[in-house]
């Protein structure tokens, strides 16, 4: 099982990234997916997750508003738009996939998820 992030960069404050993490080696379809971010001297956060269930989504209340979580279960692709980037924003952002019934929600906990992408570094400037 693959978990690869992509899309982080240098960006000014205010401005927009799209992030990716597109999987491999499993059946996409059976797992929520969570998005994670850890910025240096931190722990690790939930900022998104999103169920088998496309209308099933969850966010930190830090970044309700301005983060958007989505997936393509055909491209075995999901993505997390970032609007109105803030310096706080910078760190490194982890893709991660749980195994779940269809009904279940995404979680916010890190240990409930079997897989973990590579991580990809997204710095803010002020």
């Known amino acids: 099982v693959q978990l690869q992030a992509s899309g982080g960069g240098l960006v000014q404050a205010g401005g927009s990234l799209r992030l990716s993490c597109t999987a491999s080696?499993?059946?996409?379809?059976?797992?929520?997916l969570g998005w994670f971010r850890q910025a240096p001297g931190r722990e690790r956060e939930f900022v998104a997750g999103i169920g088998r269930r496309l209308s099933s989504t969850l966010y930190a209340e830090h970044v309700k508003g301005r983060f958007t979580i989505s997936r393509d279960n055909d491209k075995k692709t999901m993505y997390l738009e970032i609007n109105s980037l803030k310096p706080e924003d910078t760190a490194v952002y982890y893709c991660?996939?749980?195994?779940?019934?269809?009904?279940?929600?995404?979680?916010?906990?890190?240990?409930?998820?079997?897989?973990w992408g590579q991580g990809t570094l997204v710095t803010v400037s002020s």
């Open positions: 080696g499993l059946t996409f379809s059976n797992y929520a």
């Open positions: 991660a996939a749980d195994r779940v019934i269809l009904s279940t929600p995404p979680s916010s906990q890190p240990d409930d998820y079997n897989y």
